[in-house]
């Protein structure tokens, strides 16, 4: 929770209308569009994207000033290429990302993070130690390798101590690595969603500063206000919903519908895991499927999520309403089996961390290991073929959730009690008090250089509560980048 609250004006919104005045929706999302929904209209509206050709996807992306309305509030926010929602960025594993971030916005400097892709940290690539200033630009150069796990990721601004509030005005946007019907051909044919959740919250002067969780924040899908989304009885859709907001935790559940989660963070489960409510800290990522169950219209909603005494209020909240109706449709018979992946617990360890997440909330202050962040200093060098074992320790009075660049990794523990494997994830909550226990397999050589590991809830992250972490290559220790701050230039 923020140690001094803010002035902000009360929302007092009407909630329930679509609408967006936003420019530059360039590309229709048809892709995937197998289903039906019953012939009912619906408000829900996919994000607009930008698809890579021929194994590239060379694009701009400028930031800038933009006037919105999302529902009935009108603010000032600055937004990739125009768009509150921002493009879902559509590639296939395998694929090269070529990037030009330009930023036009008028005061801050930026950058991007791709988070969740197994790509390298050294420049140009998935870096976080970019600078771009006002009129200036960066050109990224993101190699996906071919293995990547196909699924929802993101991108996002991971500009140190501004992160919040950049992504809190919008800068962050989905990124699709297509593939999911090969790895799993059951979904053949089935309708997908994807869903970009966003919280937005505008002062008097309609501004988007950081946010003041003491005030009602405005929920958006893809930029939308409550949309509705149509199916058929027994009809099977696969939602892939992104968490893409600056701090809240969201505990997503649809009356009167199970949740099948076959995915998480972009990686196929090992099996599916049947939920009524499923929760998703920020930066995480969720594909489930939904059944169609009896004609009505049910709500999608997130449940009140505990963030602990210190914590910021996390009230339930309407995200949209599943409107079922139409001709009887079969529901898809999901197979126990999912992907298979090793389960990393048969590896060896190379070595254990302790990792823990303490603060000052009185003066806003976050640590690791009792430190703030500093870019000059790394805290954590890990020789490139290891496989650590971290315990991730929470030893403050409000939930935390850890994530790491470049690598997906296995959970195996909670408070010290084996948990379940499903698969792999890129980020985990750790509510207050907790400890979990993770495998990171430090194995690909795309891991060499210099990243980070910090908390998703970019308050905190901007507060202090990241570090620096090194993979070295032991027979090339000189592969790793000792730039820590690289300029953008003026754009050409
Ligand atoms: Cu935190």
Excluded at 105 to 111: F, L, R, V
Excluded at 213 to 234: F, H, Q
Excluded at 413 to 437: C, K, L, M, S
């Amino acid at each position: 929770m923020r140690a001094t609250s803010r002035l902000m004006s009360s929302l007092g919104v009407s909630r329930g209308h679509r609408s967006r005045t936003i420019a530059a929706i360039a590309f229709a999302w048809v892709a995937g569009c197998g289903g039906g929904g019953g012939g009912s209209s619906e408000t829900f509206e996919s994000p607009s994207e930008v698809s890579s050709s021929g194994g590239q996807l060379t694009m701009d992306l400028t930031i800038s000033q933009q006037e919105n309305k999302v529902g009935d509030l009108h603010f000032t926010s600055t937004v990739y290429n125009g768009d509150y929602a921002a493009p879902l960025l559509r590639v296939r594993p395998g694929d090269s990302i070529h990037l030009r971030l330009r930023n036009l916005a008028q005061h801050q400097p930026s950058n991007v993070h791709y988070h969740g892709l197994e790509v390298s940290p050294k420049p140009p690539g998935d870096t976080i130690f970019v600078q771009v200033e006002p009129e200036n630009c960066y050109d990224y150069t993101i190699k996906i390798p071919s293995d990547q796990s196909t699924g929802l990721y993101w991108y996002h601004s991971h500009m140190m101590g501004l992160a919040e509030t950049q992504v809190f005005n919008g800068l962050s946007g989905g990124l699709l690595v297509e593939g999911i019907t090969e790895k799993l051909p059951f979904l053949d044919g089935i309708k997908n969603r994807v869903m970009i959740l966003k919280d937005v919250q505008a002062s008097a002067d309609g501004r988007v500063t950081t946010p003041d969780y003491s005030k009602p924040t405005l929920r958006t899908i893809n930029g939308v206000v409550r949309p509705s989304m149509a199916i058929r009885p027994g009809e099977t859709q696969l939602w892939r919903v992104g968490n893409m907001g600056a701090n809240l935790l969201y505990q997503l559940a649809i009356d009167g519908h199970e949740i099948v989660e076959i995915s998480r963070d972009g990686n196929i489960h090992t099996k599916p895991v049947r939920h009524r409510a499923t929760i998703l800290p920020p930066g995480a990522r969720t594909e489930f499927l939904i059944t169609g169950g009896a004609p009505g219209t049910y709500t999608f909603r997130t449940l009140a999520v505990n963030t602990g005494p210190d914590g910021d209020p996390t009230p339930e909240d309407i995200l949209g309403s599943l409107v079922v109706s139409g001709s009887q449709d079969t529901p898809v018979k999901v197979p126990e089996t999912l992907a298979q992946v090793p389960d990393l617990r048969s590896k060896a360890l190379t070595r254990t961390r302790r990792i823990v997440f303490s603060e000052n909330n009185d003066a806003g202050q976050f640590f690791i290991n009792g430190k703030m962040y500093s870019p000059s200093r790394d805290d954590v060098v890990v020789n490139l073929g290891s496989t650590e074992k971290w315990d991730l320790v929470n030893n403050s009075a409000e939930v935390h959730t850890f994530h790491i660049h470049q690598i997906d990794f296995q959970v195996v523990g909670r408070n010290g009690r084996p948990v379940d494997f499903t698969g792999y994830q890129d980020t985990v909550d750790i509510n207050p008090g907790e400890n979990v226990q993770i495998i990171i397999p430090f194995t690909r050589p795309s891991q060499v250089g210099r990243f980070v590991f910090h908390c998703h809830i970019l308050e905190h992250e901007d507060g202090g509560m990241m570090q620096n972490i090194v993979v070295v290559d032991p027979s090339n220790p000189a592969a790793v980048d000792n730039n820590r701050m690289i300029q953008g230039k003026p754009c050409s």
